[in-house]
Protein backbone atom coordinates (compact mmCIF):
# COMPACT_ATOMS: atom_id res chain seq x y z
CA UNK A 1 0.00 0.00 0.00
CA UNK A 2 1.19 3.22 -0.94
CA UNK A 3 1.80 5.87 1.67
CA UNK A 4 2.22 9.43 0.16
CA UNK A 5 1.89 11.69 2.83
CA UNK A 6 3.45 14.58 1.04
CA UNK A 7 5.14 17.58 1.50
CA UNK A 8 4.04 18.88 5.00
CA UNK A 9 5.32 20.40 8.19
CA UNK A 10 7.23 18.01 11.06
CA UNK A 11 6.98 15.78 8.25
CA UNK A 12 9.78 13.65 10.65
CA UNK A 13 6.60 13.20 13.09
CA UNK A 14 4.40 11.68 10.18
CA UNK A 15 6.80 9.40 8.95
CA UNK A 16 7.79 8.45 13.10
CA UNK A 17 4.19 7.77 13.79
CA UNK A 18 3.53 5.75 10.82
CA UNK A 19 6.29 3.64 11.32
CA UNK A 20 5.77 3.60 15.11
CA UNK A 21 2.92 2.01 14.51
CA UNK A 22 4.25 -0.89 11.99
CA UNK A 23 6.80 -1.84 14.90
CA UNK A 24 3.99 -2.01 17.48
CA UNK A 25 1.32 -3.94 15.54
CA UNK A 26 4.03 -6.45 14.24
CA UNK A 27 4.05 -5.30 10.74
CA UNK A 28 7.84 -4.92 11.39
CA UNK A 29 9.08 -7.67 13.21
CA UNK A 30 11.73 -8.38 15.69
CA UNK A 31 15.22 -8.47 13.50
CA UNK A 32 13.71 -7.11 10.37
CA UNK A 33 15.80 -4.75 8.51
CA UNK A 34 14.39 -1.20 7.23
CA UNK A 35 15.37 0.14 4.03
CA UNK A 36 15.35 3.78 4.42
CA UNK A 37 14.85 3.95 0.27
CA UNK A 38 12.11 1.91 0.15
CA UNK A 39 10.13 3.42 2.73
CA UNK A 40 11.15 6.92 1.30
CA UNK A 41 9.89 5.85 -2.33
CA UNK A 42 6.77 4.38 -0.84
CA UNK A 43 5.99 7.78 1.20
CA UNK A 44 6.68 10.17 -1.87
CA UNK A 45 9.23 11.74 0.10
CA UNK A 46 13.21 12.25 0.45
CA UNK A 47 14.92 9.97 2.74
CA UNK A 48 15.80 12.73 5.34
CA UNK A 49 12.54 12.88 7.57
CA UNK A 50 12.65 8.92 7.20
CA UNK A 51 16.35 8.98 8.71
CA UNK A 52 15.12 11.53 11.62
CA UNK A 53 12.63 9.23 12.10
CA UNK A 54 14.67 6.45 13.11
CA UNK A 55 16.72 8.39 15.11
CA UNK A 56 13.37 9.20 16.55
CA UNK A 57 12.89 5.54 16.75
CA UNK A 58 15.72 4.51 18.13
CA UNK A 59 15.20 6.31 21.79
CA UNK A 60 11.89 4.83 22.06
CA UNK A 61 14.03 1.55 21.93
CA UNK A 62 12.34 0.43 19.05
CA UNK A 63 15.13 0.27 16.09
CA UNK A 64 18.88 -0.27 16.39
CA UNK A 65 21.46 2.01 14.54
CA UNK A 66 24.73 0.90 13.34
CA UNK A 67 26.61 2.65 11.33
CA UNK A 68 27.15 1.37 7.70
CA UNK A 69 24.18 -0.99 8.47
CA UNK A 70 20.38 -0.97 7.86
CA UNK A 71 18.38 -0.05 10.95
CA UNK A 72 17.17 -3.31 12.36
CA UNK A 73 14.03 -3.27 14.00
CA UNK A 74 14.76 -4.68 17.98
CA UNK A 75 13.23 -7.40 19.79
CA UNK A 76 11.38 -7.65 22.96
CA UNK A 77 12.26 -9.44 26.04
CA UNK A 78 9.24 -10.06 28.00
CA UNK A 79 11.27 -10.63 31.44
CA UNK A 80 10.32 -6.95 32.09
CA UNK A 81 6.99 -7.32 31.49
CA UNK A 82 5.44 -7.29 35.46
CA UNK A 83 8.23 -4.35 36.25
CA UNK A 84 6.94 -2.27 33.39
CA UNK A 85 2.95 -2.57 34.45
CA UNK A 86 3.65 -1.66 38.06
CA UNK A 87 5.89 1.49 36.92
CA UNK A 88 3.17 2.24 34.60
CA UNK A 89 0.09 1.65 37.68
CA UNK A 90 2.51 4.12 39.64
CA UNK A 91 3.27 6.83 37.18
CA UNK A 92 -0.01 6.78 34.51
CA UNK A 93 -2.36 7.63 37.93
CA UNK A 94 -0.55 10.85 38.67
CA UNK A 95 -0.13 11.81 35.08
CA UNK A 96 -3.96 11.65 34.73
CA UNK A 97 -4.46 13.53 37.72
CA UNK A 98 -1.92 16.54 36.20
CA UNK A 99 -2.93 16.28 32.84
CA UNK A 100 -6.96 16.42 33.65
CA UNK A 101 -8.50 19.72 32.95
CA UNK A 102 -5.84 20.57 30.38
CA UNK A 103 -6.81 18.39 27.74
CA UNK A 104 -8.53 20.10 24.95
CA UNK A 105 -12.54 19.07 24.38
CA UNK A 106 -11.70 17.86 20.44
CA UNK A 107 -9.40 15.27 21.70
CA UNK A 108 -11.59 13.71 24.20
CA UNK A 109 -14.37 13.45 21.26
CA UNK A 110 -11.33 12.18 18.54
CA UNK A 111 -10.88 9.37 21.21
CA UNK A 112 -14.14 9.00 21.93
CA UNK A 113 -15.36 7.99 18.25
CA UNK A 114 -11.95 5.92 18.51
CA UNK A 115 -13.50 3.87 21.59
CA UNK A 116 -16.68 3.71 20.16
CA UNK A 117 -15.67 2.09 17.18
CA UNK A 118 -14.52 -0.68 18.89
CA UNK A 119 -17.57 -1.60 20.84
CA UNK A 120 -19.50 -1.57 17.60
CA UNK A 121 -16.76 -4.26 16.00
CA UNK A 122 -15.62 -5.68 19.13
CA UNK A 123 -12.96 -8.31 17.49
CA UNK A 124 -10.37 -6.18 15.36
CA UNK A 125 -7.30 -6.42 17.31
CA UNK A 126 -5.68 -3.64 15.50
CA UNK A 127 -8.07 -1.07 16.20
CA UNK A 128 -8.48 -1.87 19.77
CA UNK A 129 -4.65 -1.20 20.50
CA UNK A 130 -4.94 1.96 18.46
CA UNK A 131 -7.89 3.02 20.59
CA UNK A 132 -6.17 2.18 23.27
CA UNK A 133 -2.92 3.77 22.54
CA UNK A 134 -5.26 7.12 21.80
CA UNK A 135 -6.48 6.94 24.86
CA UNK A 136 -3.18 6.67 27.27
CA UNK A 137 -1.32 9.12 25.09
CA UNK A 138 -4.16 11.64 26.28
CA UNK A 139 -2.93 10.79 30.19
CA UNK A 140 0.51 12.22 29.49
CA UNK A 141 0.65 14.47 26.82
CA UNK A 142 -1.42 17.32 27.93
CA UNK A 143 0.62 16.60 31.67
CA UNK A 144 3.16 19.89 30.67
CA UNK A 145 5.95 17.68 31.68
CA UNK A 146 8.63 16.59 29.60
CA UNK A 147 10.18 13.74 31.44
CA UNK A 148 6.65 12.21 31.83
CA UNK A 149 5.87 11.88 28.70
CA UNK A 150 9.08 10.44 27.52
CA UNK A 151 8.89 7.51 30.55
CA UNK A 152 5.48 7.14 30.01
CA UNK A 153 5.72 6.57 26.05
CA UNK A 154 8.88 4.47 25.94
CA UNK A 155 6.85 1.87 28.97
CA UNK A 156 3.55 1.67 26.93
CA UNK A 157 5.65 1.01 23.91
CA UNK A 158 7.09 -2.08 25.27
CA UNK A 159 4.08 -3.37 26.94
CA UNK A 160 1.95 -2.68 23.57
CA UNK A 161 4.45 -4.68 21.61
CA UNK A 162 4.14 -7.52 24.14
CA UNK A 163 0.05 -7.22 24.91
CA UNK A 164 -0.68 -7.12 20.33
CA UNK A 165 1.39 -10.13 19.83
CA UNK A 166 -0.81 -12.20 22.97
CA UNK A 167 -3.93 -10.45 22.23
CA UNK A 168 -3.26 -11.43 18.40
CA UNK A 169 -3.20 -15.06 19.50
CA UNK A 170 -6.36 -15.35 20.38
CA UNK A 171 -8.12 -14.31 17.14
CA UNK A 172 -9.15 -17.32 16.51
CA UNK A 173 -11.25 -17.20 19.38
CA UNK A 174 -13.63 -14.77 18.78
CA UNK A 175 -15.79 -14.91 22.05
CA UNK A 176 -12.43 -14.78 24.55
CA UNK A 177 -11.24 -11.66 22.34
CA UNK A 178 -14.58 -9.74 22.19
CA UNK A 179 -14.65 -10.07 26.03
CA UNK A 180 -11.30 -8.39 26.59
CA UNK A 181 -11.65 -5.91 24.21
CA UNK A 182 -14.94 -5.05 25.45
CA UNK A 183 -14.01 -5.20 29.32
CA UNK A 184 -10.66 -3.01 28.12
CA UNK A 185 -12.35 -0.40 26.16
CA UNK A 186 -15.42 0.03 29.07
CA UNK A 187 -12.87 0.76 31.56
CA UNK A 188 -11.15 3.21 28.56
CA UNK A 189 -14.20 5.19 28.58
CA UNK A 190 -14.73 5.48 32.10
CA UNK A 191 -11.16 6.76 32.19
CA UNK A 192 -11.95 8.99 29.02
CA UNK A 193 -15.53 9.76 31.26
CA UNK A 194 -13.52 10.85 34.08
CA UNK A 195 -11.30 13.42 32.14
CA UNK A 196 -14.00 14.69 30.51
CA UNK A 197 -15.53 15.73 33.73
CA UNK A 198 -12.24 17.35 34.81
CA UNK A 199 -12.29 15.12 38.28
CA UNK A 200 -8.44 14.67 39.03
CA UNK A 201 -9.33 12.42 42.00
CA UNK A 202 -11.79 10.07 40.00
CA UNK A 203 -8.94 10.14 36.59
CA UNK A 204 -6.45 9.10 38.91
CA UNK A 205 -8.32 6.42 40.42
CA UNK A 206 -9.85 5.00 37.00
CA UNK A 207 -6.67 4.50 35.59
CA UNK A 208 -5.01 2.63 38.65
CA UNK A 209 -8.28 0.44 38.43
CA UNK A 210 -7.88 -0.04 34.87
CA UNK A 211 -3.94 -0.95 35.17
CA UNK A 212 -4.96 -3.57 38.15
CA UNK A 213 -7.79 -5.15 36.09
CA UNK A 214 -5.57 -5.53 33.10
CA UNK A 215 -2.57 -7.34 35.03
CA UNK A 216 -4.99 -9.42 36.37
CA UNK A 217 -6.83 -10.34 33.23
CA UNK A 218 -2.80 -10.89 31.99
CA UNK A 219 -1.02 -12.32 34.67
CA UNK A 220 0.84 -15.01 32.28
CA UNK A 221 1.71 -11.99 29.67
CA UNK A 222 5.28 -11.91 30.10
CA UNK A 223 4.94 -15.69 29.77
CA UNK A 224 4.30 -16.01 26.29
CA UNK A 225 6.36 -16.40 23.52
CA UNK A 226 7.05 -13.02 21.37
CA UNK A 227 6.10 -14.36 17.45
Known sequence: MALDI????????????????EIVFGRFKPGDNINIIEIAAEMNIST??????????QKDGLVSLVPHKR??????????????????????????RVSCGKIP?????????????????????TLYMSSDLALHELLYKYSGSALITEILNSLKMYTTRIRYSVEKSVEDEPESLRAII??????HLEILNAL??????????????HIQNYMGRN???????IA
Open 6 to 21: GSIELLKDKVYNVLKS
Open 48 to 57: APVREALNML
Open 71 to 96: PVVTGVDSSDWEVSMELRKMLEPYAA
Open 105 to 125: ASAIDEVRKKLNAVLDDGTDV
Open 182 to 187: KKSTEE
Open 196 to 209: EAEDPDLAEERVRL
Open 219 to 225: KDAEKKT
